[in-house]
């Protein structure tokens, strides 16, 4: 099933059943963020990728505010809107097939953490606790947006082009790069928002709510910094002497979608493998500690990559709870992901209006140490375990029955 999540409202033409297939008839749209990404030279500038960053967490937030994570994030998921339209440069999300429910919607209670979950998304952008195999919620989806920024800018990812004999391998050593590629040799050369939109996403507990409003002018700070304006003009605006992208050869004329679908088969195909389950754990990284979500816009010098005295914080493993929820409003005391760490703040003493939630996994106490046996860990939650040899056993057996219920969410009147 695939529906777009609209600044607006939702336009929705049709929708049933045909045999065994949901139908469902949207507005045509035009180009994926890849296509453009492709036709642009696969380089967006920063003002590009900070104009559709701030549109992307609003779609990804009015996701989350319809009570579901999306679970897929990646450019070709997002779709601008069809040439000669007022929205021709409103970007929409696409393609509902893995999303699921993460709190009740109306008792808004969030699902529990759990360890051991199948690997769900695209692996180039998937979060790392995703990789490690642990319940995917909002924090996931942010930081997956976090590395598409990333691949916008760079033109590439750390992790992309590893090779290995089977996909279980291929995915664990993505997993284990990503963990061993610091968030400031991640974001070098580029503006220290983007390393301090990754250490907050990645420091953010399992129910915590992110601050969206903090993250979105994140990038707009970006913008005013490098005398740019959010005019709505774009890299692929600019293409063909300022004509834009539909007077690209071979795009003019052309159904977009079709076009795109056309051009978009190997990605698919790729999808495809990247979706298949991974059998084995990765590395764990650093621990997800909980901080306050403030609504102060002030970034905390420890939140700034490469601040100077961060450590890598201790692990919260099996000698420690760790608190989620929504704590008490303060300053953001996040630290350098890349170092690890918080500066200035005491966590020991801090005082958390949450609940308190017991994980017994293993963490990473310095970068570049050598964790516990994966073979060896049990968690909690459950007391389901890693078997001895790696594999995984469970298959997201808690995950309700899809049916309708996902349309009615997303096009509900609420």
Known sequence: MSVVSYPRRLPIYHFGQEGLHNILVIDLLGPSLEDLFDMCGRKFSIKTVCMAARQMITRVQTIHEKNLIYRDIKPDNFLIGRPGTKGANVIHVVDFGMAKQYRDPKTKQHIPYRERKSLSGTARYMSINTHLG???????????LG??????????LPWQGLKAATNKQKYEKIGEKKQMTPIKELCEGFPEEFGIYLNYVRKLGFEETPDYDFLRELFAKVMKNNGDMDDGVF?????NDGRGWEATP???G???????????????RDTREDRRRSQGPVVPPSPALVRHGSKSRKIPPALVP?????QTPQSGAAQVNVPVGQPARGPHPYANAANGGYEGYDVANASFNAQQYPRASPMLTNVGAVPPAVSQVRAQAGQTGVAHGGDYHG???DEPPRKNTLLRILTCRC
């Open 147 to 156: 590395h598409v920024f990333m691949y916008f800018l760079r033109g590439s």
């Open 134 to 144: 642990r319940e995917q919620s909002r924090r996931d989806d942010l930081e997956s």
């Open 235 to 239: 890299d692929w605006n600019l293409l």
């Open 250 to 252: 071979g795009q003019q």
């Open 306 to 310: 490469g601040a100077a005295g961060s």
């Open 395 to 397: 298959q997201d057996l």
């Open 254 to 268: 052309q159904n977009p979608i079709l076009s795109q679908m056309q051009s978009g088969v190997d990605r698919k």
